[in-house]
């Protein structure tokens, strides 16, 4: 019977410099644009100098979790990690300042109160993660790095939430195929690079982050076409009634539109 090689950490770890190099690119452009995606959103609050229903989690957590990222970046010395969530960071907190400019005053207080818990947290997690590093244990790296799994991890919640709504509003009106193409780009890229690295802290995450894009693509695909049949229909029924109004699957699906669902949640690698 044959022997069956079977592929270690190690030999993973020693793969070409130039594929890490690619996978890193791909994965910086991915995440790129879905930490810019939001750039219009939040123009468009500025112009209007409103939020409306729009939730300050996807704004908050960009932010956090590109801070938590960097740092860890920044420790194991992988700088396209760190350089990616450093401009992540700058971009969230742009985000949060002009949509704190922006919100309804009695929503201010819950939205400082959420920020600083998180804060709080944050840094209590900073202060223990830095205890081993005092007394040269020196797995300080990788409690950061299980903060900012463990975070990422959390965050999955939102695609779910927004998974259910497109799945009981049978329309895709919502989702963008732009992102879609982008948080796949990203997740795929940083989950191979975490395995050549190789390194659980990235490699899950975005495994995880992988399949939940992919449930999305097929949604996408599988309400795509009754969306444009609803469509086709309207314009017909339009053209026979043109003084009778009839709603778009773009307003059957507002709500979804007003939780802002994305493919995954913003967050780093």
């Not at 130039?18 to 996978?23: A, G, I, M, R, V």
């Not at 930490?35 to 409306?52: E, Y």
């Not at 970046?73 to 400019?101: E, H, K, P, T």
């Not at 975070?151 to 732009?178: N, W």
Request: charged content about 10%; aromatic content about 12%.
């Amino acid at each position: 019977m044959e022997n069956v090689p079977v592929v270690s950490a190690a030999a993973l770890s020693d793969s070409p410099g130039w594929l890490l190099t690619l996978l890193s690119i791909l994965g910086v452009i991915g995440a790129g644009l879905q930490f810019t995606a939001l750039v219009p959103r939040v123009w468009g609050f500025f112009k209007m100098n409103s939020v409306g229903d729009y939730p300050f989690v996807p704004i908050l957590s960009i932010a956090l979790q590109c801070f938590v990222w960097s740092a860890y970046g920044y420790l194991i010395r992988d700088f396209s990690v760190f350089g990616l969530n450093a401009y992540g960071c700058f971009l969230g907190c742009f985000y949060c300042l002009i949509y704190f400019r922006t919100m309804p005053a009695q929503r201010q207080k819950i939205f400082l109160i959420s920020l600083c818990s998180v804060l709080v947290i944050v840094i209590a997690g900073f202060c223990v993660s830095m205890i081993p590093s005092i007394i040269d244990l020196g797995y300080d790296k990788d409690i950061i790095g299980k903060m900012a799994m463990a975070g990422s991890i959390a965050l999955f919640a939102a695609p779910l939430v927004a998974m259910g709504q497109v799945i009981r509003a049978r329309s895709c009106a919502s989702m963008s195929l732009p992102l879609l193409l982008a948080a796949l780009l990203s997740s795929h890229s940083w989950f191979f690079y975490g395995l050549l690295k190789p390194d659980l802290n990235i490699w899950l995450p975005n495994g995880i982050g992988s399949g939940l894009n992919w449930i999305q693509a097929i949604l996408f695909a599988v309400f795509l076409p009754m969306d444009i049949k609803r469509k086709r229909a309207m314009k017909k029924l339009s053209e026979q009634n043109p003084t009778s109004p009839v709603s778009s699957p773009d307003e059957d699906s507002s709500l979804i539109h007003n939780q802002a669902p994305s493919p995954t949640p913003e967050r780093a690698v």
